[in-house]
């Protein structure tokens, strides 16, 4: 969409961008563990929506002084001309309670702040008595949650969603896709129906927090597997 401002007596054509692309990056004892990442899918959402990317975010990042900073969460918002970081907690990282959400997953391949879907499926599921939801396809494929890629155990096979469906890249599914085979694991994305996941071991994974399992799906108690501590143990960076 075309602006214009007045300067000087003179029209000065802007480009006005209606999407905010932004990234949720860990900061782990004074360190960014997957920065190169976070850029990377940064720069890639706003070459999808026709943004041009932020020049400085390594710069501005470093002069944050991490090292004498805390363990959290930095948001990082890029509207096309103004980079806003903020900091925010670490979520916690106990088991979850999860329940399917009635709100269909509306498409979400790259990452911006049009989040009214989700932000309505975790709604529901806090009215519920539980931590997140979990959202489906129209077509009742599971897709990912409110705010995590989910991921589950069909024996020596970790199934994740396959990003066909329109989910996020999630870089915590990236980096669980990398740890499985250490564990023995084979992965296979794909198109799974809701009642695939009953009864299954399960977990949900993100930058941020890492590896978390999941203790509850609709009420029903999840199986535990030692395998997620394995994962766990392994995902952050040495």
């Not at 929506?49 to 004498?68: F, I, S």
């Not at 806003?84 to 009635?102: C, K």
Request: proline share 7%.
């Amino acid at each position: 969409m075309r602006g214009t401002a007045m300067l000087a007596g003179r029209h000065m054509c802007r480009r006005v961008f209606m999407t905010t692309v932004y990234e949720t990056i860990r900061v782990r004892n004074g360190r960014l563990p997957f920065i190169d990442r976070h850029i990377e899918r940064l720069r890639g959402g706003c070459a999808a929506v026709g943004m041009p990317p932020p020049k400085a975010l390594g710069a501005r990042l470093d002069e944050l002084g991490l090292g004498d900073r805390p363990d959290c969460a930095l948001r990082v918002e890029w509207d096309g001309s103004t980079l806003d970081i903020s900091e925010r907690p670490v979520p916690s990282t106990a088991p979850l309670a999860l329940v399917t959400s009635s709100v269909p997953h509306p498409g979400y391949a790259v990452k911006t702040t049009a989040r009214t879907a989700f932000e309505q499926a975790q709604a529901e599921a806090r009215q519920n008595g539980a931590d997140e939801g979990l959202l489906l396809t129209a077509d009742g494929a599971v897709a990912e949650g409110t705010l995590f890629a989910i991921c589950w155990f069909e024996g020596a096979v970790l199934r994740v969603p396959s990003l066909d469906l329109g989910i996020l890249p999630s870089i915590g599914r990236d980096r669980v896709i990398e740890l499985a085979g250490q564990i023995g694991l084979d992965v296979e994305p794909g198109c799974f129906a809701r009642e695939l996941l009953e009864g299954r071991p399960a977990f949900i994974t993100t930058s941020v927090r890492g590896v978390v399992g999941v203790a509850m799906l609709d009420g029903v108690r999840v199986p535990h597997d030692p395998r997620i501590k394995q994962l766990r143990d392994a995902f952050w960076p040495s």
